[in-house]
């Protein structure tokens, strides 16, 4: 069965709520049993917990870790200042407390097992290019010389205006210089040299090397140069064939053999001084991670000896972040801390440079997702949902259809005992159902009666099931596979404001899974069962696959709707979807605002309105000056012919007027 078939059938039920239930366990349930339900201290410490009234907060950690901001009531402060829903907004400490944090395990590494390189990180622009974020990330890395990693000319173009300079000071952040580089893209990173800036290119393509001598040798400046391995380590996961022979970056070793010649022959043997290798995005496991620096460090220590002037390792990005809070190898999650992260990659190069007897270099990773992630956080409202109801079924007539006694049949004799077949004889009804009113047997009315009959032996069966899931888990695999669906089938529909193509394009994409959960009402035990649907006219505009501590769950425990609007919010969403996202169905940017914590509180630092329809619009080449005559022109005609009034033909163009300088989302009226 499909979503509209379920929607336009209306007997619905709520598989978790018999009244009884509601009353009982809701006087019991507290905001802890909320917390471990959705998972919260597992993805969200030290950022995300709930408070005393059942709403999330958020703690920036920096300038203290007493600082708490009320998500909830952000979000109605900003409403009322006229800053609507769907809203991203960025908490910008927790990005400072991100960098502090990886820094300080970095250094706590090299303290353990005494290694005599420093530590100095970049962030990939990639993973989230906006003016805003890259500024706030350099002025926090600051103290720490963190750097930025660009894969492109435009992303370089951003990092050379973003990274400051101080020639003769202590600042000196690295520009690393990756991704596939013309003549404009090397001669702008070597002549931005000379505004003291540190800049590596490194070579991804053998060709690229010719081009870095020549600009070079015309320049009269000396480049550094890195080289990207091609590891034979395999990765894992969605990124696994990042690696290997048949990657799409990187140089072969026969490659960077070649590499080392033409660089000894003119000259420039010196120049080369790094070593990168990036293994792919969410590496899940750290005995992937182990092989790859393991395989890194043998290659950087063969280089140090051949080139003389090694001085850097540059181990990319990777460092996964737990987006279920599972602790576990699943592609959601990672096996790892950054602990332990940090300790590996400092232990392996020490163990192989001691060995190999070359110094230990300057260690550098390019860590996006799991700096930038956990600082934005999507909120959007729920426009409606096509809610549960259990309605008991009326009562059987003598003169009914065979059909319907039978539906009527099973739905009295449903229980433990029988529930699978019983499930089985009531589709098997249903198709006849269908086949007589197709053979103009069946009256609508009967067809509708037979329907909803249906549900409720489904309504039924999902509560038995329910049950067993949640008293006996044990007996869970017991459940036939083909009623496991049902609680899905069950679920209600919650319509989201919101495009999931816009603003969680890796959800659809890659099927990635963020934490989802209510903003609000956390002290309520959520009785509903639903899975989001969002306002596009694409099928796949849904989300109906959640985070769970042992695997995925299928439906979202969610609050019944009430008078009062009902806020989710998407969590860790601070990496890959800002930039990722499309006009489908031409929802545009959301509203995005930068919240700054202080002592007192927070307060509003920037505001980025999202996109009006007419800028959204024009992006499709629609000039609005030129719809908005066409329509004129129209009603003129319109008027002409005494189709409408003056009153409706200014009603309408006013309407038009309105829309095109309005939120491409719904406004809540
Ligand atoms: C994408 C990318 C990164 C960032 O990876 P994360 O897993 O987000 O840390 C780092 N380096 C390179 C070369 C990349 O392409």
């Known amino acids: 069965m499909n979503q509209e078939q379920r929607a336009a059938s209306n007997e619905k039920c709520d598989p978790a709520s018999t009244k009884a239930q509601q009353v009982t366990n809701n006087s019991s349930w507290t905001i802890e049993d909320s917390k471990q339900l959705y998972g919260v201290e597992g993805w969200g410490e030290p950022y995300f917990s709930v408070n ?11 300038p203290s870790s007493e600082v708490t901001i009320d998500l909830y009531e952000l979000v109605q402060s900003l409403q009322k200042r006229n800053i ?11 990005l400072s407390d991100r960098i ?13 097992y005494n290694y005599s390189g420093i530590y100095q990180g970049v962030f990939p622009v990639k993973c989230n290019q906006n003016r805003h974020l890259v500024e706030d990330l350099v002025r926090y890395g600051k103290p720490y010389n963190f750097g930025l990693e660009v894969g492109s000319k435009p992303e370089l173009m951003i990092a050379l205006a973003a990274l400051e300079t101080e020639p003769d000071g202590d600042y000196q952040p690295l520009l690393i210089c990756n991704g596939y580089k013309d003549r404009e893209y090397i001669e702008t990173a070597l002549l931005a040299t000379k505004l003291g800036q540190k800049i590596i290119i490194v070579i991804e393509q053998p060709q690229e090397l010719d081009l870095a001598w020549e600009i070079s040798q015309k320049l009269a ?15 894992s996961g969605r990124w696994g064939t990042s690696t290997g022979d048949r990657a799409k970056f ?14 000894k022959t003119t000259g420039m043997r010196d120049c080369l001084q790094l070593l990168h290798f990036h293994i792919g995005s969410q590496i899940s496991s750290i005995a992937v991670i182990k092989n790859a620096i393991r395989e890194a460090s043998q290659i950087y220590v063969q280089l140090a000896k051949t080139t003389g002037n090694m001085q850097y390792i540059d181990v990319g990005g990777g460092l996964a972040v737990d987006y279920d809070g ?20 400092v232990a392996q190069l020490k163990d192989a440079c001691d060995m190999g007897q070359v110094s230990h270099p300057i260690i550098i990773s390019e860590s996006g997702r799991a700096i930038a992630s956990h600082q934005s956080v999507l909120v959007f409202d729920i426009l409606s949902a096509n809610q549960v109801s259990v309605t008991t079924p009326q009562p059987l007539q003598e003169s009914e259809h065979l059909i319907i006694r039978n539906l009527w049949e099973a739905y009295n004799s449903i229980d433990l005992n029988n529930y699978q077949e019983t499930y089985n004889d009531a589709i098997q009804f249903r198709e006849e159902a269908f086949n007589l009113f197709n053979l103009g047997y069946f009256s609508l009315t009967e067809r509708a ?90 099928s796949d505009g849904k989300l109906d696959t959640f985070i769970n501590l042992r695997d995925t769950k299928p439906v979202l425990e969610l609050h019944p709707l009430n008078q009062q609007p009902y806020y989710l919010g998407m969590f860790l969403v601070g990496a890959y979807q800002e930039t990722m996202g499309n006009l489908h169905n031409l929802f545009g940017d959301t509203n995005l605002v930068h919240i700054q914590a202080t002592t007192k509180g927070y307060r ?24 908005r005559e066409t329509m004129r022109c129209r009603t003129e005609i319109a008027l002409q012919n005494n189709r409408l009034s003056l009153e409706e033909a200014q009603k309408l163009l006013q309407n038009y007027e309105s829309s095109l300088s309005s939120y491409t989302y719904l406004k809540n009226s």
């Open 449 to 538: 009666r037979a329907e909803k009959l249906y549900w409720a032996c489904c309504c039924k069966i999902a509560q038995i099931i329910h049950n067993i899931n949640q008293s006996h888990p044990e007996q869970r695999n017991y459940i036939p596979d083909e009623l496991k669906d049902l609680e899905q089938i069950m679920a209600s529909i919650y319509y989201a404001n919101l495009s999931i193509f816009q603003s969680i394009p890796d959800s659809w994409a890659i099927n990635q899974l963020f934490p989802l959960m209510p903003i609000h009402r956390l002290q309520e035990k959520p009785i509903a069962r639903g899975i989001i649907a969002d306002l596009t006219c694409d």
């Open 52 to 62: 005393e009234a059942g709403n999330i907060t958020v703690s920036p950690q920096y």
């Open 250 to 263: 990187g140089l072969t070793i026969p490659q960077i053999v070649d590499v080392v010649n033409k660089l």
């Open 221 to 235: 400046i000396k480049p550094i140069l890195g080289v990207r391995a091609k590891l034979n380590t395999q990765g």
């Open 84 to 94: 609507g829903l769907p809203l991203l907004i960025r908490f910008s400490e927790i």
């Open 604 to 627: 509003i630092k920037y505001v980025v309105k999202g996109d009006t329809v007419r800028e959204v619009l024009n992006h499709v080449q629609y000039n609005s000056e030129d719809l």
């Open 326 to 345: 599972s602790k576990s190898n699943f592609p959601a999650s990672k096996n790892y801390n950054m602990q332990n992260y940090a300790n590996d990659i």
């Open 100 to 112: 502090a944090r990886l820094v300080a395990c970095m250094q706590t590494a090299i303290a353990k």
